[in-house]
């Protein structure tokens, strides 16, 4: 499950002492919007006294870590709702975004004058990345590909929003504001369709069917197109049988009527001895002979 093993040495390592009161960082869950109460309840550390604290919690003070981890948290969760809507829930963002603070700890100076939440932001950032790059979606991308869908998607929001777009942002449009080819841009686009299981339920009419259900079967020919197919073949050798043997062979060759392929004139005469012309002033006759025939206004109701 995304985010259980942080969650886990969240809850376990890192808690809050209110007199004999310990409030979890996070266990996930329903628990989230508790978790968001708790943290809001932890009051900020000033300039001295984060020093103070975080000196101690270089030296490995436990209760000096925790508690300049913990006064940080809620900035945590303002970083982490920059990252929503790419493949991870909010709670597993906060989490690994706490697991970010945890490592930015391990390498914080406070002697350097810097505040340890402006430090931490690279670390909590590039740990919230990472996790949406390795558990953001079902089939995992290599690093630059998801940079690269990144930019594309934070590209389509400028110009759905901005002055560039009329009627919302097309490839090419994505494509010259990137400065990269339109198929290119068109495949990453591609890759970036969601995955859906078979057995989702769908909606159709009131009627709750799953999405396999709903999908059309194109390799087997449906029965209306199979009844019209076997009513037009029908009709034509119905209309075929008044020309004689010879014309209802060169118009079912020449235009791949039954079973047969299509062939030129060239080849029609290589096969019954005749010249082009003579093939083609045969196929001329016969069509005229079908448009006399009683036949002609049932095979013209098929294209009308």
Not at 58 to 68: P, S
Not at 149 to 169: A, H, S
């Amino acid at each position: 499950m995304t985010g259980k093993k942080n969650r886990k040495a969240l809850a376990k390592g890192q808690t809050k002492k209110t007199g004999s009161k310990k409030a979890a960082l996070y266990t996930g869950g329903n628990s989230f919007i508790t978790y968001l109460n708790e943290i809001k309840k932890i009051p900020l550390l000033n300039k001295e006294e984060e020093i103070k604290t975080a000196r101690l919690a270089v030296q490995g003070n436990k209760a000096a870590r925790d508690l300049l981890v913990n006064s940080n948290l809620r900035f945590v969760v303002m970083i982490a709702k920059k990252f929503q809507g790419r493949g991870l829930p909010m709670d597993d963002l906060v989490a690994e975004g706490n697991m970010g603070i945890l490592n930015a700890l391990n390498y914080f100076d406070p002697d350097k004058g810097c505040r340890f939440i402006t430090y931490a932001v690279w670390w909590i950032q590039q740990a919230i990345n990472k996790a949406i790059y390795d558990k953001g979606r079902m089939i995992r991308l290599p690093s630059n590909k998801s940079k690269e869908l990144t930019r594309i998607e934070k590209t389509k929001q400028i110009l759905e929003n901005g002055e560039y777009c009329d009627n919302g942002p097309e490839i090419k449009k994505i494509a010259a504001f990137l400065n990269i080819s339109p198929e290119k841009t068109e495949r990453l686009l591609n890759i970036n369709q969601g995955v859906s299981s078979l057995d989702e339920f769908v909606y159709n009419n009131s009627d709750l069917l799953t999405l396999k259900d709903s999908i059309e079967d194109n390799f087997y020919i449906s029965p209306i197109e199979h009844t019209i197919n076997k009513a037009l073949k029908d009709d034509i050798d119905k209309a075929l049988e008044g020309l004689e043997k010879r014309e209802a062979e060169i118009l079912r060759c020449r235009y791949g009527l039954g079973e047969k392929k299509t062939m030129t004139l060239k080849e029609i005469g290589a096969r019954y001895n005749l010249t082009r012309e003579r093939v083609r002033q045969i196929e001329a006759r016969a069509i005229r002979q079908l448009q006399q025939s009683p036949h002609y206004r049932e095979l013209k109701s098929y294209i009308a």
